[in-house]
């Protein structure tokens, strides 16, 4: 009889701390959820940098380039296709390292990319887009 007593003692404890429990529960959860948010919010901040970043090179590199080879077609001197080759070269792999970060991101349109440089959402332009 005296175990039955301790265990109605024990689930009526259980029982009347319940609430409690929930509410940490609760608590817990939005704190994990807060710091997912948090967490994506930083990482977004990265991509973004880490975007612009690679699009910046690429136009640079894009318009030396250019100028590398206007002063091929002017001077016609080796020197200056040697250089225009070796720019094409580096501006190539900055075209692909931003092509794959874009494919990585999901980014297909020019508006899904100024959306993405200026930290908008990208899931109402997604919904127009299907």
Request: with cysteine.
């Amino acid at each position: 009889m005296a175990q039955f007593t301790c265990f109605s003692t024990l689930v009526g404890q259980i029982f009347t701390a319940l609430p409690y429990i929930a509410i940490l529960n609760l608590f817990v959860k939005g704190a994990i959820k807060a710091m997912k948010d948090t967490n994506k919010t930083e990482t977004k901040r990265e991509d973004i940098a880490k975007f612009k970043k690679l699009g910046s090179i690429f136009s640079v590199l894009l318009v030396a380039l250019i100028l590398s080879m206007v002063l091929y077609y002017v001077f016609k001197d080796p020197i200056y296709r040697s250089v225009h080759v070796v720019l094409f070269a580096i501006t190539l792999y900055f075209g692909i390292r931003l092509d794959k970060e874009k494919k990585r991101l999901n980014i297909k349109t020019y508006k899904e990319v100024s959306a993405f440089c200026k930290g908008e959402s990208l899931e109402d332009i997604e919904k127009d887009r299907q």
